[in-house]
């Protein structure tokens, strides 16, 4: 059921470009919050880098730890942005409009966060930089493609170059409309951003061919890029990191908490920009339907990784089993992950009244991704703390106060990013919610109106 | 959703469905039921006859040599796990249709479902092997030393499942059977009715029917998904020492579905040349079950490639041998042909667009992908019933390859022929197409005049 | 080519630990303080584990000296995304300190813990200044270090035979924990040597005492280690998973 409200097209322009010229009290509240977090950030980084990794929790057995847990956690969450505009076009599911544009935003913003916390976490990270991208060839030491840490990278930067360009392809008709709008620095911008859009058919054709091809290119790398974050674990010999269920495992997760992260945006741009003729219930009702499906298939793959582990009944996989289900503190984690990653949530979005309720869906998304950030921690951290038999060299692993503020501020970042972002850019694409009015039709089938969508075969 | 009634300039053909009064769909079904379904009686004859040879090749197997044997039962496994993968997963796609609620799905769903009425097949098989199946003290399990395990649950599950495929089949072809309780004429009218049961076609029965549907259905796959978990676990992983695989199920699992949907285009095919569904299962069709077809044939690799990669880079002893057991050296060119005729030609064939949007291609490819899959189980299968010692954790020796004689064939070709044979004996008091659905669609149809055009276009009711 | 190994023999180990001094002094490796043992941050190319066997009273401390395995087939190298570390083709697992940009992923999937990551700027004493090995490099901050069964001593030995126009004689050298060990529990040697006494270990009936450490890996560790055989203690089924 579509409670669409009939807007002429000159209104849905001014409501959706309206982020851009005015600023809500609480967008300002959020500039300068994030942005004091976002200094603390900064400040711990440039700490870091400058004392070296000593500032930090880390020690011998555990050579990773929170920064790359948080590095896990944002790349899952930027699989929401392809997960639903590419997916959802390719399928033609039409509840997809508002949500594209944010989704995708998100997508890019935290695979840029994502991708600082392995540079930053390395030994050496000016030398990660300046000589590892690019890599200098021209000495013929050439990097070992052998290791996941050269396919991380390579999949990463080609997930976010295509996913600009995806964002870019559907931002052009946009930028037409508010270069047509606008005056001074906005018009320089948005001229040069509009690439002389003019909406002939021509262009609007080449839009459309580049949108679904973009769409049908990027599903590999979307599947790809977290499956190499998972081989980053799987292929080593640590015990319960060496699974074989960890790639596709990782991307449904991925799926989980992104698609959740994508709730959490809708939610707060409806309450903060005030789009409640755009992200309306409907949409939380298809989107929560989704994510009844994909917290299924997480829990499907979360048992089979936990079943298989015991399965062989080897000491050295049992034991950290065995400490990580019922030691403090990952007996807490693991009771966060089922509670909170799938069984408060996923029971809450079976009754459509719940789904339809914004709050509702609202706080059930956070609570996966608590969840699912505690997932990751629990995957990654116990078999490094009881790494095979050396009883002598377990180790507990306690993170410092540097790295919960990087973990901190990796949050308040992609928040910053997208709040400056919407200041510039409509958040939700404009051409398509109109092509969606058009596209929507109202049938009388006996006594009850049904609504129906206008689409090519 | 909506077709532009000028389909020419799009160059594709134009649905016919939609172009139908429900009075057609009506009298197309009992058309159906009146002559086409009870047609073709000699090919049902000889799939039976197939079906009683495998019947009693099953019982000469163990008779000639000897019931602990376990490699006599290897092929009993291997059409066992082969039904259960095609013909089991076929309502599940069935399922993930309605779900998705999509209009093109509505003639389809019957041509998946139907194949639910086989699982007596694989109850069946799955009671005789549960005799073969090993305890599961001394040995690696899933069970972890539950009583009674593996057999009571494995069979509790394998019941359930049956009985919410026949749950299943039943509820969404009763106001179908109701049809044809009402208007057909002749001797099967007994047994209809007695399916058919009270159903009036009353307000709150319809609700109820159109609300549980898609519950059965999804109970179906909840069902569905861990009983694969379990015959992986117990038909493959258990029985090759030192196979720690947590992927494997999940691969048995995606695998099927590939399967199902390849089974569900071939009887779509089939309805197609010989049911007179022409109007009902036309290019739209085809087109959209291609394409997932070639999503499962990607999947296949990729779940494959996580189960190869680890093992390759862990590199050790024990993964070296099960990686040389069952892919690179006894049951290679097995391997090889699974390979290719489930990811490969699929993927090669069905990446063209013209091929993707066409009947014959989509058809090709799915016989392509039955027959691959049939290797891939026979490949599991041969190497879990052939390792003589399954309570090591490591395969010290490689097992020889383990090759099928005749008696072997008939079980295989009887269980399908069984299976086969079922189908189309339901066809005779089953509708084709699904006549309150595909009408269901129409009712929802309207012509609307739309920029310069006129297009048809279907509601969406929630 | 020599394929060079070594032989902990824990019979003869008495845990005085002179071979993780003579290491530190031999490759420089930075010293490690109190602070430094409580961050758990200690540098030790060769450590000495020290286990507990049995209840106060009756207890006795097992010692096992643990240097880098040089895996043949090590889990370390494929993971280094610059080729920090490498095989050679004398069969040591080499790290190349200016490679190295600190990912720290081959101490991740080492399992034998054997690999260190500079976490601070190593720093000695003025009074140690004067000490340092010339022949051996001082890693800077965030870089990986680890054993490499003193790779300035076989460069040395290798160039005098060169020079002297000679193959490599047996025994001819041997590393800085090798040196120093009282008890001569260790040895080290050119495995592919049938004269070195390290081959002979390993080669010789002494070995039905060898195994190597997390062997079922499939790794392929250079190190033996000859297993302890305790006089007094009660005959038991043995359960170890590094047996």
Request: with cysteine; proline share 5%.
């Amino acid at each position: 059921m579509q409670e669409r409200h009939h807007l002429g097209e000159e209104a849905i322009t001014r409501e959706l470009f309206r982020p851009l010229v005015s600023t809500p009290a609480m967008m300002w509240v959020g500039f300068i919050g994030l942005g004091a977090v976002l200094a603390i950030f900064v400040f711990a980084v440039s700490w870091m880098v400058y004392w070296g990794l000593g500032v930090t929790g880390l020690q011998r057995p555990n050579m990773w730890g929170f920064m790359i847990v948080n590095f896990v956690f944002w790349i899952g969450i930027s699989h929401a942005g392809v997960m639903i505009s590419a997916i959802l076009r390719l399928t033609q599911a039409e509840w997809r409009r508002p949500v594209t544009r944010a989704a995708e935003v998100m997508t890019i913003f935290s695979l840029m966060t994502a991708m600082l916390h392995p540079v930053i976490h390395t030994g050496r990270p000016w030398r990660t930089l300046y000589w590892v991208f690019p890599y200098d060839f021209w000495r013929n030491i050439w990097p070992d493609i052998r290791g996941p840490l050269v396919w991380d990278p390579s999949a990463i930067l080609t997930y976010l170059t295509g996913s600009t360009l995806f964002l870019y392809t559907t931002l052009i008709p946009d930028m037409a409309l508010a270069r047509d709008r606008t005056t001074g620095w906005r018009h320089v911008l948005y001229t040069i951003l509009a690439l002389g859009w003019r909406g002939n058919e021509r262009q609007w054709k080449m839009q459309t061919i580049a949108g679904f091809l973009l769409s049908g290119l990027i599903l590999p790398v979307f599947v790809s890029v977290h499956s190499i974050v998972s081989w980053d674990f799987a292929v080593s010999l640590v015990p319960t990191w060496h699974a074989t269920v960890f790639a596709p495992y990782f991307v449904i997760g991925a799926i989980h908490s992104g698609v959740s992260a994508v709730v959490t945006l809708m939610a707060l741009m409806r309450w903060l920009f005030r789009f409640e003729h755009y992200i309306r219930l409907e949409h939380f009702d298809a989107i929560g339907r989704l994510l009844i499906a994909v917290g299924t298939g997480w829990l499907w793959f979360f048992l089979l990784d936990i079943f298989f582990a015991i399965y062989p009944q080897e000491a050295r996989e049992l034991e950290i089993m065995q400490f990580r289900l019922f030691q403090w503190p990952f007996n807490v984690f693991t009771a966060l992950i089922f509670i909170f990653g799938y069984f408060i949530p996923v029971p809450i979005w079976v009754f459509q009244r719940f789904r339809r309720n914004v709050r509702i869906m609202f706080w059930t998304s956070i609570a996966v991704n608590v969840g699912m950030w505690a997932e990751r921690y629990w995957l990654i951290k116990p078999g490094l703390m009881r790494k095979y038999e050396w009883t002598f060299d377990w180790n507990w692993y306690r993170p410092s106060i540097v790295e919960i503020s990087i973990i901190m501020g990796s949050f308040a970042l992609v928040g910053f990013l997208l709040l400056v972002f919407s200041k510039i850019f409509p958040p939700i694409s404009v051409w398509e919610e109109k092509e969606g009015v058009h596209f929507a039709q109202q049938l009388q089938v006996g006594k009850r109106r049904v609504s129906a969508i206008v689409r090519e075969f | 959703m909506a077709r532009h009634t000028t389909a020419v300039t799009h160059g594709h053909e134009l649905q016919r469905t939609w172009e139908l009064a429900p009075r057609d769909v009506l009298d197309a079904g009992l058309r159906w039921v009146r002559t086409l379904g009870a047609g073709r009686r000699s090919v049902a004859l000889v799939a039976l006859a197939l079906g009683v040879a495998g019947a009693l090749a099953l019982v000469a197997g163990p008779v000639l040599s000897g019931y602990a044997n376990r490699q006599v039962w290897a092929y009993t496994a291997v059409a066992f796990v082969y039904l259960m993968s095609t013909a089991a997963a076929a309502p599940c796609l069935s399922t993930a249709l309605r779900v998705a609620r999509s209009h093109w799905r509505r003639p389809v769903n019957r041509a998946a479902e139907v194949w639910a009425v086989t699982l007596v097949v694989p109850l069946v098989l799955y009671l005789l092997l549960m005799g073969t199946l090993p305890g599961t003290e001394n040995r690696l399990s899933i069970w972890f030393g539950w009583p009674l395990s593996p057999w009571l649950w494995g069979a509790i599950l394998m019941a359930t499942l049956a009985g919410a495929g026949y749950f299943y089949l039943w509820l969404s072809s009763l106001p179908d059977l109701a049809i044809v309780r009402d208007q057909a004429d002749g001797k099967r009218r007994g047994l209809i009715a007695r399916l058919a049961g009270p159903w009036r076609g009353s307000h709150r029965q319809w609700r109820m029917v159109e609300k549980v549907v898609n519950n059965a259905g999804v109970l179906y796959v909840l069902v569905y998904v861990p009983t694969m978990t379990v015959l992986a676990s117990d038909f493959v992983i258990s029985m090759i020492p030192g196979y720690f695989t947590a992927v494997f199920p999940a691969y048995f699992t995606i695998s099927s579905f590939e399967a199902g949907i390849a089974l569900t285009i071939l009887t779509m095919a089939v309805l197609r040349r010989w049911g007179g569904q022409r109007d009902y299962l036309g290019l739209e069709q085809f087109w959209a079950l291609g394409k997932m077809l070639l999503a499962f044939a990607l999947l296949w690799f990729y779940f494959w490639w996580s189960e190869f990669i680890i093992f390759w880079y862990g590199r050790t002893p024990r993964e070296i041998n099960v990686l040389k057991y069952i892919m690179a050296e006894t049951y290679f060119w097995p391997f090889v042909l699974a390979f290719a005729l489930n990811f490969a030609l699929p993927l090669l064939i069905l990446m063209w667009n013209p091929i993707r949007r066409s009947i014959a291609g989509p058809t090709v490819v799915a016989g392509i992908v039955l027959v691959g899959n049939l290797i891939d189980r026979i490949r599991l299968i041969s190497a879990g019933f052939s390792v003589p010692d399954i309570t090591q954790h490591e395969l010290h020796e490689i097992p020889a390859a383990y090759i099928p004689n005749l008696l072997d064939i008939v079980i295989l070709a009887g269980a399908i022929g069984g299976a086969v044979a079922l189908v189309l004996f339901t066809f005779r008091v089953l509708p084709f197409p699904s006549i309150w659905e595909v009408t269901g669609g129409l009712w929802l149809r309207q012509h609307l005049p739309y920029k310069h055009t006129r297009v048809i276009v279907v509601g969406k009711p929630e | 080519m020599p394929r060079w190994g070594m032989v902990i023999d824990l019979d003869r180990c008495i845990g005085c630990g002179a071979c993780v001094v003579a290491c530190q002094a031999e490759n420089n490796v930075p010293i490690n303080t109190e602070d430094v043992y409580h961050q758990r941050r200690a540098i030790e190319w060769i450590r000495l584990e020290r286990y507990w066997d049995g209840e106060y009273p009756d207890i006795k401390a097992r010692y096992i000296p643990v240097p880098c395995m040089h895996c043949q087939n090590a889990p370390c190298e494929p993971v280094c995304p610059v080729y920090a570390t490498y095989h050679t083709s004398e069969g040591i697992n080499m790290q190349v300190y200016n490679r190295c940009i600190g990912t720290r992923y081959c101490s991740v999937n080492c399992q034998w813990h054997v690999r260190f990551f500079n976490f601070w700027e190593p720093k000695w004493p003025d009074s140690l200044k004067n000490q340092l090995n010339p022949n051996v490099t001082v890693r800077s901050r965030g870089v990986m270090e680890k054993c490499t069964f003193c790779i300035q001593r076989i460069v040395k030995a290798e160039h005098q035979a060169k020079l002297e126009g000679r193959d490599l004689r047996a025994d001819e050298f041997t590393t800085a924990c090798a040196q120093a060990c009282p008890t001569d529990a260790i040895v080290f040697g050119d495995l592919d040597n049938p004269n070195s006494r390290v081959a002979q270990l390993v080669n010789s009936a002494v070995n039905e005492r060898g195994y190597r450490l997390l062997e079922d890996l499939g790794t392929e560790p250079s190190v033996y280690y000859l297993k302890k055989v305790d006089l007094e203690a009660p005959v038991e089924e043995h359960s170890s998973h590094q047996g």
